[in-house]
C-alpha cells in the first residue's frame, strides 16, 4: 500500500484501517474495488444530460463509498455536490465538478 501517495491524495489510511480492524489486506483489497467504482462516471453523464435525480443518486453512492474508505476529501467533495443537487443548486453542483474530478482521479492514481 502506497500510504504516503494515499495521503496526499486525502486518504485518511489510518483511519480507514480502523474501519477494517487493522486488517491492511482487506482494506487494500477494498481500495481496489472502489478503483472499479462507476458512480462518479454515472454522476459525469447524468450531469452531461441535465438529469439530477440520476446525479443525486450517483453522488450519494460515490459520497458513501469514498467515506467508508475514509478518501476524506473526495467524499467532501461529493457531499458537496450532493448537496447542491438537493438543495437545487445545479450551477453548484457544476463548479464543484472539475474538483471533483480532480480528488477522484488523485485517489484512482494513488491506489495504483
Known sequence: MKREELEAA???VEDGLGRVLGNEQLY????GIFAQDTSY?????AMERGDDD???AAAHT???A?????MKTLAELAMGVLTALRAGDRA???RLMPAL??????????IG
Not at 28 to 31: A, I, N, S, Y
Open 10 to 12: 486525502g486518504v485518511d
Open 28 to 31: 487494500e483489497r477494498l481500495l
Open 41 to 45: 462516471d454515472e454522476l459525469a453523464r
Open 54 to 56: 440520476a446525479a443525486r
Open 62 to 64: 460515490l459520497k458513501g
Open 66 to 70: 469514498a467515506a467508508n474508505l475514509s
Open 92 to 94: 453548484e453542483a457544476e
Open 101 to 110: 474530478a480532480d480528488a477522484r482521479d488523485a485517489v484512482l492514481r494513488a
